[in-house]
């Protein structure tokens, strides 16, 4: 793999060095959230740019959707469950956003412990590695934007994670707590 991210290493799927692309991916994060931080837009600008169109980025989103996700064989509206090496490869090729996404696949599935169902919508895979290279790019600049206690959908965090924040807020004074379920109010449909 050449160490300019510009020329293609067209040796095959098999062949990428993935600790590598990780690693450029990685730095390249690194830089986003650092430039986030000191507030220079333009410069986030410009590193998101590179890593959008960077090689690492888009093979790296292709293999977590088509090989390390849990949802790796459910197809979308094209029928495709599973890919070839060599097919993979191509879809990395492809990788660009064009600004179009094709329609997704509705099922419906039921909800835990009642007789009620809810949709899911299942994109296709291209659709799919074409959000992971967005997600990748964006993430950095948000986590330099959040605030330390939230801990909703963020990587490296987890539910574990905001009740031990909350068990060191509340061990050296007594605090009120209130739980309240509001989302039977905003079921209008039913």
Excluded at 31 to 46: E, L, N, T
Excluded at 89 to 118: C, H, M, V, Y
Excluded at 144 to 158: K, N, V
Excluded at 168 to 186: E, G, H, M, P, T
């Amino acid at each position: 793999m050449p160490k300019s991210d510009s020329i293609l290493d067209t040796e095959g799927w098999k062949t990428i060095d993935w600790r590598q692309a990780e690693q450029y991916v990685f730095k390249l994060q690194k830089r986003i959230y650092a430039a986030s931080r000191c507030g220079d837009i333009q410069r986030v600008r410009k590193l998101q740019k590179t890593l959008m169109r960077s090689w690492s980025n888009r093979v790296l989103a292709v293999r977590r959707v088509t090989q390390d996700n849990q949802g790796k064989k459910t197809a979308g509206v094209d029928g495709i469950k599973s890919l070839s090496p060599a097919a993979r490869f191509d879809k990395a090729l492809g990788l660009f956003i064009n600004g179009k996404s094709k329609p997704t696949r509705r099922i419906w599935i039921p909800k835990p412990g009642k007789t009620e169902l809810r949709p899911l919508s299942i994109p296709t895979i291209f659709d799919r590695a074409l959000q992971a290279v967005v997600k990748a790019t964006l993430e950095p600049e948000w986590e330099a934007r959040f605030e330390p206690s939230a801990y909703g959908f963020r990587p490296g965090r987890s539910c574990h994670d905001a009740i031990k924040h909350i068990k060191n807020c509340i061990v050296s004074k007594a605090k009120y707590v209130l739980d309240a379920d509001i989302s039977q109010c905003f079921d209008w449909a039913s």
